[in-house]
């Protein structure tokens, strides 16, 4: 069956999107709920996403309790603080200036899982880690539709996923591989946040891509 092909317009908007799609800080959040209807375009998106043997190894949690979200917030300034010594005496300062997480001021948190499967996944046989990279395209998939609609999504990494885990009572084999901050936003900047603040520079096509092998 002939699947459907798309006109340049189309693929101009995609690129659009891609390039103009930002992670988002906790002082970027507006309060306004979300709508169940928005909620289900990004899950829309998630559950659409490739996946290897098409095993559709994740979960969702949609988290919007306040208790909740500070539980899990103090795991992230219990990691942040750790965190803080591993960088140089010069970007410590810069690193506490940051705000690295919206948990609070996002109207609503999810937190996507690995769900491993109990039979062999055609596909990850030889790869077993192509299952986790499976429920990060789903994470792709609902930031870009994320900011489609104007929506801003924050990706927090700086958490204790076993606490997490332990906090939303998930099941002991379930992997926590995202934890998203999502919200409506009073604006998404023009570069990378980290971009702008020179914390990092962008790697250019020249210096990471290869032909034939790392000739």
Avoid at 49 to 75: C, H, M, T, Y
Wanted: net charge negative.
């Amino acid at each position: 069956m002939e699947g459907k092909y798309f006109d340049e317009a189309t693929v101009s908007v995609l690129q659009e999107i891609i390039l103009h799609r930002r992670d988002v800080r906790g002082n970027r959040f507006l309060p306004t709920p979300l709508e169940d209807a928005v909620i289900d375009q990004l899950l829309m998106a998630a559950l659409n996403a490739p996946s290897v043997g098409f095993s559709q190894p994740w979960e969702f949690v949609l988290i919007r309790d306040q208790a909740v979200k500070q539980q899990v917030r103090n795991s992230f300034h219990e990691e942040n603080a750790k965190a803080l010594p591993q960088f140089s005496e010069e970007k410590q300062p810069e690193y506490i200036r940051l705000k690295l997480e919206g948990i609070m001021e996002a109207p609503l948190n999810i937190a996507v899982f690995y769900k491993p499967s109990d039979k062999p996944v055609l596909g990850q046989t030889a790869m077993p880690e192509a299952g986790l990279y499976s429920v990060v395209c789903a994470v792709q998939n609902m930031w870009l539709m994320a900011r489609a609609l104007n929506i801003g999504v924050g990706w927090v990494s700086i958490l204790d996923a076993e606490k997490v885990k332990r906090i939303l009572h998930a099941p002991s084999d379930n992997k926590l591989v995202a934890y998203l901050c999502v919200g409506y936003t009073n604006g998404f900047y023009t570069q990378p946040e980290l971009e702008i603040l020179q914390w990092e520079k962008r790697k250019m096509k020249e210096a990471v891509v290869f032909k034939e092998g790392y000739y």
